[in-house]
């Protein structure tokens, strides 16, 4: 019996599109089907350079394909919550950037509407799933229970893109560097 390719729909083509993309054109069962962005130009662009045979500017569409099981969320967080709710409405499997939203009502609507839809919600920490952080976690699991954490890594002026230093739409550097939140909050 063959097994189906998974019908992935990738919502937001900044940068990290292209790290998600890559991994998904290696993976065998899996089918980019559509690329969205508000951006034209950037939707093109990640069509073409990864082979996708569509593109559109319009979530909705890609929500209303009946071809696609999942999405990938990767638009600014302000816009998460809206997507993510939208995507579950519509039966979709959901993998959303981090961080989840910008508010625990948002965060609360976003898990309302995906256990209504009986849909999965993945948030993209993935700092704890490495081969490093593992060690560490068995290493801390040794010795005991950490009290101090800093952080070498952090992004000092944040990404390069706009919205992440908007209020509305990104929160700033903090949230942007919420990856070590999360690593820091699993190690202790």
């Known amino acids: 019996m063959r097994k189906r390719k998974v019908g992935v729909g990738v919502i937001g083509c900044g940068g990290i599109s292209g790290a998600h993309l890559s991994t998904m054109a290696s993976l065998k069962d899996v089918e980019v089907r559509v690329v969205c962005d508000i951006d034209e130009e950037r939707a093109k662009r990640r069509s073409e350079e990864f082979n996708v045979p569509r593109w559109t500017t ?3 569409e890609v929500l209303a394909d009946d071809k696609i099981h999942a999405v990938f969320v990767l638009v ?12 579950a409405q519509a039966g979709k499997h959901i993998f959303c950037e981090k961080p989840m939203a910008m508010s625990v009502a948002e965060c609360r609507a976003m898990n309302e509407a995906v256990k209504k839809a009986k849909v999965i919600l993945q948030i993209g920490y993935v700092m704890r799933f490495s081969e490093d952080a593992q060690k560490i976690k068995d290493w801390l699991n040794r010795i005991g229970r950490p009290v101090v954490f800093r952080d070498l890594w952090a992004v000092v002026r944040g990404s390069p893109a706009r919205w992440v230093h908007d209020a509305q739409m990104g929160g700033g550097t903090l949230w942007e560097n919420s990856h070590w939140i999360d690593f ?4 202790f």
């Open 184 to 187: 820091m909050n699993w190690l």
């Open 58 to 60: 319009k979530y909705d």
């Open 76 to 87: 600014p967080q302000g816009k998460h919550a809206e997507v993510v709710v939208a995507a």
